[in-house]
Each structure stands twice: as structure tokens, then as C-alpha cells.
């Protein structure tokens, strides 16, 4: 069967793929494998060496030996596009990736500072949180980070609203989230109830969106919502701590009846910034404005004279905790990139050293005065 007839028409929107993303941009990158006679497809699901990938042919299964770098950050992913071999290859192998987007990208625990994807040509990045459960705001500031630096407009899902019905409280919840995300929409849903669901239906509607979030933030309740029927396993979190077991266990592509794809992912314990400065950033956009009015342009925001970020703070117009979130993320990514940069690891031990010089310096100062 050639491709043409597999597609059944020149035109991208009559392409089977259609619902799962596929577009005119798509179809020029892969025009260069359609004449060798392969077939596009999206990564739908990975597991061990070999993936599941949706093509006009329906979903087939295929190994990924010819597309296993070295670099971990080309290896196959969930919501690849990729060129597949025909019909009637066997084994059916993923010849090559097209070019990602963009690409959701955490740290590994390897010493080595390696990145892993969780997703890749995503353009909505869904952060679900539990509100049966205390607001851990610096973990959104994290996920928020990684949204950013991905290329996808992240969003936030307060899950479990029917487990707040003081609406006082529920608002001050959202206003508290708001702050933590500048620029980030914020939802309140029951998917139990339904309640919310309109509104991050027509959200991720169009496009890929992949809904992240720890165990228990119900991820999976949500994407069976999302989806109108139960694709996904679902358990109940602990009442001790709101956690839950791994219903999902890998990444899993899933078209929406009312449009767009979704990604679901196992819940994550673990969100290691992957050289993410730039979405820092945009989680902390009131800070970097603040920065840029201090007296000095490398001011650290500790003890320089003229800095209007820590005049913010002393004003109560920028919470201390804020602050306090920020540097952390910074230092944590800074660590990440130095792991590999040679020329940035110097500059951060001539820092380190600096500042431990003036630790001792003041230190001898105070004995000197108690003497």
C-alpha cells in the first residue's frame, strides 16, 4: 500500500492524523522520509526499547535500536513524530525523530547531569494539585519553571475542589496559587462532580497538552474526565497524606473527543531543574523586574545598597518566601548547568570562596568585638 493511498488525500486535513496533531508544517518536515517510502507517526506510548506509534495504517509496533543516541535527550519519547517503516516490515523499526517543538525536560539523579523528556511537542503543560492536601507552593514554582522552559503555556489544576467547600477558603486558595503564577491560568475542577471541566475542556482542546502532577494530585480521574470514558486506571489516595500509588506507570498519548491530544504521565516525586534559567525566570517575572532597578546589575540581592529587591521585601510588597523560592531554583539550576560548563563551575567556586571569606571575615570581626 503506497502512502499516498494511506493518506487518501494531498491535503493535511484530511491526513488520519489529524487528530492526533498532525499539520502543513508537520507534513513539509516529513516530506523528505514520504519519498523513501516511510510512514509518519506519533510516539503514543515507550516501554522498553520498543514503542507504540499511531500511523494512517492504525497503531503499530515498532523498535527504536536505529534511533538509540547517545545524547539522552534524542531518545524516543511520547508525542514524538517519527518515521516508521512500511507495511510489511519485520521486524518495524523508528528510522528517525522530526524535529521537536518543544520538550518537557526534567533532571535525571545521574551524576552525569543528564536530562530526561517526559514529553515531547507539547503546547500546554497541565500541573495538577490536590487540594485535599496542604498548597506545597514552591512545587508548583518548580513545575512552573519547567513548563516554561519547555516552550508550552503552562496551566494550573486545583483538583479536588469538592473537598473545599468553604468558598472563602477556596478563593483564598486560588488567589494564593495566582501569585505563585504570574501570567498562568488557574483552574478549580471536581472531576467527581464535573464542576470546572468546561472551562480546561475548551483549554486543551486544540493542540497537545500533558498533564503532570505527584501521585495522588488525580491526574488520571482528571484524564478520564477529559477523555469521556475510563482510559486510565484509578486509585484512591491515602487519607493520611493525599498520596497515591502509581496508577500510571508510562506516558500514554490520548486524542480528546472534543479536540486536541493529552499526555498523561506517572505522578512524579522528583522535578530536578534541567538547565532552566529562563523559566525561573518567568515564574519569578516580579523579581527579574525588580532586579533590573537595582543600583548594581550582578547585585545578589543580599546586603548591596540600592537593591530594589530586597526594598520590595523590607516594603512587604514582595514576600520573603518568594525570594527565598527564587534563589533556591537558581542555585539548584546554576549547580545543574555548572555540572557541564567548565567556565561557569570556575565562577561559581571564585563565588563560593568569596563568600566564605566574608563569612570569616565578619566572624572575627564579632569575636573581636566580644574579646
Not at 265 to 275: A, H, K, M, S
Request: glycine residues 10%.
Amino acid at each position: 500500500m503506497s502512502f499516498s493511498s494511506l493518506v487518501g488525500s494531498s491535503s493535511p486535513s484530511s491526513h488520519p492524523l489529524v487528530p492526533y496533531g498532525w499539520d502543513v508544517d508537520w507534513e513539509a518536515e516529513f516530506a523528505p522520509h514520504a519519498e523513501q517510502g516511510l510512514l509518519p507517526g506519533r510516539v503514543v506510548r515507550v516501554d522498553r526499547g520498543q514503542c507504540d506509534v499511531v500511523t494512517p495504517a492504525g497503531t503499530v509496533r515498532a523498535d527504536t535500536e536505529f534511533v538509540v543516541p547517545r545524547d539522552p535527550m534524542k531518545v524516543v519519547c511520547t508525542g514524538d513524530w517519527v518515521a516508521v517503516d512500511p507495511e510489511g516490515s519485520d521486524p518495524r523499526y523508528v528510522r528517525t525523530l522530526l524535529p521537536r517543538r518543544t520538550a518537557f525536560v526534567r533532571s535525571t539523579s545521574s551524576k552525569r547531569s543528564e536530562g530526561q523528556i517526559l514529553a515531547a511537542n507539547v503546547d500546554h503543560a497541565v500541573v495538577a494539585v490536590s487540594l485535599a492536601v496542604e498548597l506545597d507552593l514552591g512545587r508548583v514554582e518548580r513545575f512552573l519553571a519547567l513548563a516554561w522552559e519547555s516552550g508550552a503555556q503552562p496551566v494550573v489544576v486545583l483538583t479536588k475542589a469538592d473537598l473545599v467547600p468553604d468558598p472563602v477558603t477556596l478563593a483564598h486558595l486560588v488567589q494564593d496559587v495566582e501569585t505563585t503564577a504570574p501570567g498562568v491560568p488557574v483552574l478549580t475542577v471536581s472531576a467527581l462532580h464535573g464542576d470546572g471541566l468546561d472551562v480546561l475542556v475548551a483549554l486543551v482542546g486544540s493542540g497537545t497538552s500533558v498533564l503532570l502532577g505527584q501521585s495522588g494530585a488525580g491526574k488520571s480521574t482528571l484524564a478520564n474526565a477529559l477523555a469521556g470514558e475510563d482510559v486510565m486506571d484509578v486509585q484512591a489516595a491515602r487519607d493520611v497524606d493525599g498520596k497515591g500509588r502509581h496508577t500510571t506507570t508510562t506516558r500514554n498519548l490520548l486524542p480528546l473527543p472534543s479536540g486536541g491530544v493529552l499526555i498523561d504521565t506517572p505522578g512524579l516525586r522528583g522535578v530536578g531543574l534541567y538547565d532552566a534559567e529562563s523559566g525561573v525566570g518567568q515564574v519569578f517575572s516580579e523579581i527579574e523586574d525588580l532586579a533590573a532597578r537595582c543600583r548594581f546589575h550582578d547585585c545578589a540581592h543580599e546586603t548591596e545598597p540600592g537593591c530594589a529587591v530586597r526594598s520590595a521585601v523590607d516594603s512587604g510588597e514582595l514576600p520573603v518566601r518568594r525570594l527565598e523560592s527564587y534563589r533556591k531554583l537558581m542555585r539548584e539550576n546554576q549547580w545543574i548547568v555548572a555540572k557541564t560548563d567548565a567556565r561557569l563551575r570556575s565562577e561559581l567556586r571564585k563565588d563560593w570562596k568569596r563568600k566564605g571569606a566574608e563569612g570569616k571575615a565578619a566572624m572575627e570581626a564579632k569575636r573581636g568585638r566580644w574579646a
